[in-house]
Each structure stands twice: as structure tokens, then as C-alpha cells.
């Protein structure tokens, strides 16, 4: 089993940054694939961000040039840097492992972009 705890949010204005953290424990060598995704309020979850354990990654378009996913050398921590944010970043933030039939979710954190 693989536990996920996500950390980092907060209220951020508009163009500035905030970098999301996503603790792993467990059995993290279950885990191939980590990704981002967010909620905002009355929409459906989407997709952010994937990272593999090549180190190959691939992001939604509206956060392509901005956000970066990465990890430590072990995969106990997922990151996602959020550069210039937009208000339309507002959402709750979900780290996600993926590893073949397994598929775990942290419980997420919010993220408020206003001035």
C-alpha cells in the first residue's frame, strides 16, 4: 500500500508562485507514474501534470511553460512548481500514484490565486 499527503497550498496573488509537495510512504516502488490533478469548485477533475519514473513528464496545456513536476532521488516526495499563477489556477490540487493495477490518491490541497 502507498500513502500520499499533499502540502503546500495556500493563497497566492495573481503572477506569483507556489510550489506543492506530495509526501509518499509505503511501498513507493509500486508507484510508476505520479501525477497532478485539480478540482475547482463546480467542475470535474482534471488533469495536470504526469511524471515517470524515466523522468519524462507531460502537462496540461494551460499549465505548459508554467508548472513543473519533479521528484527526490527515492520518489518520497512529488513536487509540482506552480509559476506565474493565474486565478483560473484556483482549485483543489491531488497527487495521484499509478502503478499498474494500483491507483492511489492523496486527500488534496487547496490553491486560491487572488489579489
Known sequence: QVQ?????????QPGG?????????????????????RQAPGKER?????IGRD????YADSVLGRFTVSTDNAWKTVYLQMNSVKPEDTAVYYCN???????????GTQ???AS
Do not use: K, P
Open 55 to 58: 523522468g519524462g513528464a507531460a
Open 17 to 37: 508562485s507556489l510550489r506543492l509537495s506530495c509526501a509518499c510512504s509505503g511501498n513507493v516502488r509500486l508507484i510508476n507514474h505520479a501525477r497532478w490533478y
Open 4 to 12: 500520499l499527503v499533499e502540502s503546500g497550498g495556500g493563497l497566492v
Open 46 to 50: 482534471e488533469w495536470v501534470a504526469t
Open 97 to 107: 500514484g499509478l502503478g499498474g493495477a494500483n491507483d492511489y490518491w492523496g486527500r
Open 111 to 113: 490553491v486560491t490565486v
